[in-house]
């Protein structure tokens, strides 16, 4: 199944209007430019839906879950006994008025290896159908003293090599990405990111970062291949 265009999108829970209430306005670009981004991938046979958890897993349907964590009594897709995780829950929302039919969500273990993560976007890609992904994931949480992680000098270069990376295409880039110091940026995207390179086993003809913001200290990065 060859790659034929995937997205790249953070998962913040304060990029669902009702969850950011009074600050929803702050982000209207940012949700403007993910829902940019998942327009191009009605051209697959197959959407994956891709984001880090706990464990690496291929979720069952029904999918679905609710932002009741976040403060709000607002269910995304079908009621199930086991709800998605966030990363995959926001790409649930993301797709909920985009007509793709046959959609799978994917969770990769946050701390899986590079070599897991591209084994694991190969394996996505090897039947005999187009294939297209949603990936998602934040970038680093130490961007000011306000941030989650408190301010780290290395993390704006961090996210500055990846939002080059995915401006250009470049999954050498991404497949280079160091785990351990991706975690101690917080970064929720690596392994999301690393499995996107693993699927990726030719170049695309129009990659473009769509959006590079850190407005609450955690980069959110927005990217469309196709």
């Not at 990659?207 to 990065?221: C, D, F, K, M, N």
Request: glycine share 10%; with cysteine.
């Amino acid at each position: 199944m060859p790659l034929v265009a995937a997205a790249v999108c953070p998962h913040p829970p304060l990029l669902v209007p009702e969850v950011a209430a009074g600050a929803a306005g702050e982000l209207d670009d940012l949700r403007a430019a993910c829902r940019a981004a998942v327009t191009h991938l009605h051209a697959a046979d197959l959407l994956v839906v891709v984001g880090a958890d706990a464990t690496t897993i291929r979720r069952e349907p029904p999918f679905g879950g609710t932002l009741a964590p976040w403060g709000i009594d607002r269910r995304i897709g079908e009621a199930t006994d086991d709800p998605l995780p966030l990363s995959l829950l926001i790409g649930a929302w993301l797709l909920e008025d985009v007509n793709i039919g046959n959609v799978q969500f994917q969770s990769i273990a946050a701390d899986a290896s590079p070599a897991e993560c591209m084994a694991l976007g190969s394996a996505l890609t090897a039947g005999g159908t187009d294939v297209a992904l949603l990936v998602l994931g934040d970038g680093s949480a130490c961007r000011g003293e306000k941030s989650p992680g408190y301010d780290d000098p290395r993390a704006e270069a961090f996210d500055t090599a990846v939002a080059e990376a995915l401006a250009k295409g470049d999954t050498a880039a991404l497949r280079q990405l160091d785990p351990g110091l991706a975690a101690e940026l917080l970064v929720a995207g690596r392994a999301p990111w690393q499995v996107l390179a693993g699927a990726a086993d030719r170049p695309f003809g129009t990659t473009e970062l769509l959006r590079h913001e850190a407005p609450y200290g955690v980069a959110y990065l927005v990217a469309s291949w196709r």
